[in-house]
T-cell receptor, first 114, second 114 residues
Framework: TQLLEQSPQFLSIQEGENLTVYCNSS?????LQWYRQEPGEGPVLLVT?????EVKKLKRLTFQFGDARKDSSLHITAAQPGDTGLYLC??????????????FGQGTILTVHP | DTEVTQTPKHLVMGMTNKKSLKCEQH?????MYWYKQKAKKPPELMFV???????INESVPSRFSPECPNSSLLNLHLHALQPEDSALYLC?????????????FGPGTRLTVL
């Protein structure tokens, strides 16, 4: 069974601060997806990282995939109240034995105060 | 069209009722999923349909019955549910691409069982 450890579980910061969310595993993933979810809505796909060592930027968000494709991080610069939500990482099985199944981290609940 | 739609948005039902949740996508995706999500937790996979055939059932109780009438539609039939089944039910779809298979989620149905 693959596991993704996501941390921190809760993050409460002031507007303008920077933050980093981590997802770590002992398993290799073929890709890793990051989602953001607002209360009562479905998760929205932010980015997919595929190549070991890959870095992707989406405005103030920077996503990194570890060289060994076992871990990933999300860094937000100058957080804004609109960034508030549940952030989820989800990995695709590199072994291909669980086709269609994502392994989700436990989620990070981010609150950005004005 | 890059959306997954779900109806209804909210549903309240008694334990003896029969109801159905509906999901639709027009992205030509070949896999569709049902997830259950409790508050502030990651989604839990329930069922996966690949090419309109049930490929994964995560040991879900028989009071939940999925159906895939065609490649664009996915239903979840509910009967004799329990109060602990109250949750956000999410539908997702993916193209079933080898290597990177991004899942796109609908907005969810908020189910309350009385």
């Amino acid at each position: 069974t693959q596991l993704l450890e996501q941390s921190p579980q809760f993050l409460s910061i002031q507007e303008g601060e920077n933050l980093t969310v981590y997802c770590n595993s002992s398993s290799v993933f073929s890709s890793l997806q990051w989602y953001r979810q607002e209360p009562g809505e479905g998760p929205v796909l932010l980015v997919t990282v595929v190549t070991g060592g890959e870095v992707k930027k989406l405005k103030r968000l920077t996503f990194q995939f570890g060289d060994a494709r076992k871990d990933s991080s999300l860094h937000i610069t100058a957080a804004q109240p609109g960034d508030t939500g549940l952030y989820l990482c989800a990995g695709e099985d590199a072994g291909g034995t669980s086709y269609g199944k994502l392994t989700f981290g436990q989620g990070t609940i981010l609150t950005v105060h004005p | 069209d890059t959306e997954v739609t779900q109806t209804p948005k909210h549903l309240v039902m008694g334990m003896t009722n029969k109801k159905s949740l509906k999901c639709e996508q027009h992205m030509g995706h070949r896999a569709m999923y049902w997830y259950k999500q409790k508050a502030k937790k990651p989604p839990e996979l329930m069922f996966v349909y690949s090419y309109e055939k049930l490929s994964i059932n995560e040991s879900v109780p028989s009071r939940f019955s999925p159906e895939c009438p065609n490649s664009s539609l996915l239903n979840l039939h509910l009967h004799a549910l329990q109060p602990e089944d109250s949750a956000l039910y999410l539908c997702a779809s993916s193209p079933l691409s080898l290597g990177v298979d991004e899942q796109f989620f609908g907005p969810g149905t908020r189910l309350t069982v009385l």
